[in-house]
């Protein structure tokens, strides 16, 4: 079975960051599309970083380039958010994803894996 586990949200300061992990057990996160996405409640979950089976393939939304970077340990199995300079408007809950469809491209929503999500509140 394949498992997606998030982990390292809290409570931060604006200005503060916070290092999201994701946790992958049943796949490996260098033959998957892995992305981060957030959502908050009465809005549509949207994509924040993607990093492809290419290693040096990432893209990030505009609001959060500059900020925030993806990374991954193929060993490990584990993909990293990297949040810095974080805003209230980041506040959501953060949720990993994977996808084994490279070949249709990474950046989409309709991801096959995903996590239970980890709550981020920027105050």
């Known amino acids: 079975d394949v498992q997606l586990v998030e982990s390292g949200g809290g409570l931060v300061q604006p200005g503060g960051s916070l290092r999201l992990s994701c946790a992958a057990s049943?796949?490996?996160?260098?033959?998957?599309?892995m992305s981060w996405f957030r959502q908050t409640p009465g809005k549509e979950r949207e994509g924040v970083a993607t990093?492809?089976?290419?290693?040096?393939?990432?893209y990030y939304s505009e609001a959060v380039k500059g900020r925030f970077t993806i990374s991954r340990d193929n060993t490990r199995k584990m993909v990293y958010l990297q949040m810095d300079s974080l805003e209230p408007e980041d506040t959501a809950m953060y949720y990993c994803?994977?996808?084994?469809?490279?070949?249709?491209?990474?950046?989409?929503?309709?991801?096959?894996?995903w996590g239970q999500g980890t709550q981020v509140t920027v105050s």
């Open positions: 049943g796949l490996s996160v260098d033959t998957h599309c």
């Open positions: 994803a994977a996808d084994p469809n490279w070949r249709m491209g990474c950046r989409r929503n309709d991801y096959v894996y």
């Open positions: 990093i492809s089976t290419d290693t040096y393939s990432t």
